[in-house]
């Protein structure tokens, strides 16, 4: 048994937003492993400086620190943690979430390197970063993010209509306008067509979605749930028959791997770790960024064809199954063992 603290978005029971950190927690606290978790602090400041304090007040009896890493302004909360993990020789492990990481390798050189040539392994949930981070020679190991298979209810797909879930946050990098792009094209064949857009409002811009929807005067068929817990939106993907995923940038998304799960065939962006993901035309269909027009060809050859959106269903389910903690836990043990 290990002794962890984990670095992150610990915000799951504030916020209903169900983070790869709280299911991770979970996992290895049924491996046995004891795992203190932190920050749940909304405010920044407050959020690194406990952070901070909680590596100083387990320094004595931690093994390992965990951070969660992700390119924007969360990247130096990894920065800051990890240099108070070295100054007190403490083992610490990257988890890399950031899409948008290969970019701060590049353009933060300096700062990567203090965070990355010294930790003990950086880990990377899809074989995207692993590859990006092998390139500056940093030790990466690749474990995927992990999603309980036989928990989501599998629906087979075979016959579609135009209803379509989009599962995100409401925030640039996840081009939520796309989406409302695309349903405005879809009605001009499919009258019947809806969206239902899933997730909180991270940036504001959720009003611009509204705004656009109004001006393309798709507004009445389109949903806004909110943030739902991943039982909920599970529920409601019962009523929906195709996943969009529009993102600019991007990893190893969860909520496309449980989409996939539940059987819904899946059209997304081709960004970052989604090649590695996603086989087109096997498992998926990829298309290329900020092209809505693409997108919504794609899901009109899905619907005119349920053959293929059956296959597609199907192959999806199955790769997916290779992603169940039974699978990825195998990899974190060996792991934490040599700690």
Not at 62 to 85: C, E, G, K, P, R
Not at 95 to 110: A, D, F, V, W
């Amino acid at each position: 048994m290990k002794k962890i603290v984990y670095i992150g978005n610990n915000l799951s029971e504030k916020t209903n937003y169900h983070s790869a950190m709280a299911t991770l927690t979970k996992q290895l606290q049924s491996e046995g492993h004891s795992v203190i978790c932190t920050s749940d602090k909304t405010n920044k400041i407050t959020r690194l400086l406990e952070m901070c304090f909680t590596i100083l007040k387990h320094r004595n009896t931690t093994d390992l620190v965990l951070i969660d890493t992700f390119s924007t302004s969360n990247f130096y909360y990894a920065l800051m943690t990890s240099q108070l993990a070295r100054i007190l020789s403490l083992k610490y492990i990257p988890i890399l979430h950031g899409g948008n990481l290969p970019y701060r390798l590049k353009n933060s050189e300096h700062l990567s390197t203090l965070i990355f040539k010294y930790a003990y392994q950086n880990v990377s949930p899809s074989l995207y970063l692993a590859s990006e981070f092998k390139k500056y020679n940093f030790k990466t190991v690749y474990i995927p993010n992990t999603i309980p298979v036989s928990e989501v209810p599998f629906k087979f797909r075979s016959k579609l209509d135009a209803k379509i879930l989009w599962v995100r946050a409401f925030d640039k990098i996840y081009n939520p306008e796309m989406a409302v792009k695309v349903l405005a094209i879809l009605k001009v064949a499919y009258k019947n067509a809806s969206l239902c857009m899933v997730g909180p409002d991270k940036d504001g811009s959720l009003s611009e979605v509204k705004d656009l929807a109004k001006q393309l005067g798709v507004a009445d068929s389109l949903t806004f749930t909110g943030v739902l817990p991943k039982e909920k939106w599970h529920q409601l993907s019962e009523n929906y028959d195709i996943f969009i995923n529009t993102t600019n940038i991007d990893n190893m998304p969860v909520s496309v791997m449980e989409a996939m799960a539940l059987g819904l065939p899946i059209v997304s962006t081709d960004v970052g770790g989604l090649p590695y993901l996603i086989e087109i035309n096997v498992d998926g269909i990829l298309i290329p960024v900020n092209d809505e027009k693409k997108m919504a060809e794609a899901i009109i050859s899905l619907l005119d064809n349920g053959e293929m959106a059956a296959e597609l269903s199907k192959n999806a389910r199955e790769k997916v199954e290779k992603f169940d903690w039974n699978v990825v836990k195998v990899t974190w043990n060996k792991l934490l063992k040599n700690v």
